[in-house]
């Protein structure tokens, strides 16, 4: 009961301090974690989430583009579009420089498209991390 | 940008690789605990990747 108390009683972090870090997160993988000196961590968590990234496009994976209808459908589009945009600058990029492939059967290309969406996630994570150390609630 | 063809257990265990890298680095608070929590994710990962492999195998009878 007391820990519940003190947990929602927990002073919140100023918008100021953690919304750039978590936008610069999100714009380059590792990036906070570099603005914030955690450096080894910053250079684990870059190199993961583009190499992922990278072998994705390798792989022919597809992207995904927001796509309404019954609800596994929504679900798996627009989780999967919300997913792709989570790598930030590699996705932006990818997409400005015309990346465009359609979806095709075959185990590379499928492994390639969860590759895209597997390593935005681990870049929410990192974000999700990187809030944590601005919050003080990490080292 | 080079097209690159790996198969299932190649692209299943680069995932792994670089997901228990990710979840090692933001889960625990210590680099010891990283570290040993990201060894223990993949030894999960390949594990569920060789059961998950003989199920589908006998499964197709």
Redesign the interface.
Known sequence: MSDSVAAVKRPSVPLIRWVPVVALAWILPGGAHFLLKRTG?AI??S???T??F??G????GAMFQPMTGDLLTTIIYCGGFIGDMASGLLYLFTVWLGYEQPEIAG??HD?GT??LV?AGL?NV??M??AYEIVAGR?? | MPKVTLSHFEAALLFALFTSIVLGVVTKKTDRDRLMYGFKSFGYFVLALFGLGWLMYFGHG
């Open positions: 961590r684990l968590i190199s993961a989430v190499l992922t990278l072998l496009i390798m792989m022919r185990h590379v492994y969860k590759f597997g681990m994570l990192a999700v991390d990490k080292a």
